[in-house]
């Protein structure tokens, strides 16, 4: 069971990096127009590395064919849950960005998103 949230938790950081990696998500959270190519390239690789570290766990505690269809499942609940957040609650997605997010060295912690109105 413990396995089980640990690669949800494990792959929703992921998300949270891929999501911030693209262009209108960085600059919703950075109020920023570009995202610089090193930005880019850090972001990217902490998810993929992150990502793909859980594959490892997966396999060792189920196996290779139910442990890899456990982790594309639970990868897909976490892909799901930050796109919930970023499109329907981006300040609640922000609130969880400076909590966790691992590139404070390249950029300071997001700001809160202003609403439009």
Not at 12 to 21: Q, R, Y
């Amino acid at each position: 069971m413990t396995a089980l949230w640990g690669i949800l938790i494990v792959s929703f950081f992921s998300f949270m990096h891929f999501a911030v990696s693209v262009q209108k998500h960085h600059r919703d959270l950075y109020k920023k127009m570009a995202i610089t190519n090193k930005e880019f390239r850090v972001l990217q690789g902490v998810a993929w590395v992150t990502l793909l570290g859980t594959l490892i766990p997966a396999i060792q505690h189920w196996g290779v064919g139910i442990g890899i269809m456990t982790w594309l499942l639970l990868i897909t609940v976490s892909a799901l849950v930050v796109t919930a957040l970023v499109n329907f609650a981006p300040e609640s997605f922000a609130k969880l960005w400076r909590l966790l997010g691992v590139v404070r060295f390249i950029a300071p912690p997001a700001e809160r998103p202003q609403r439009t109105k």
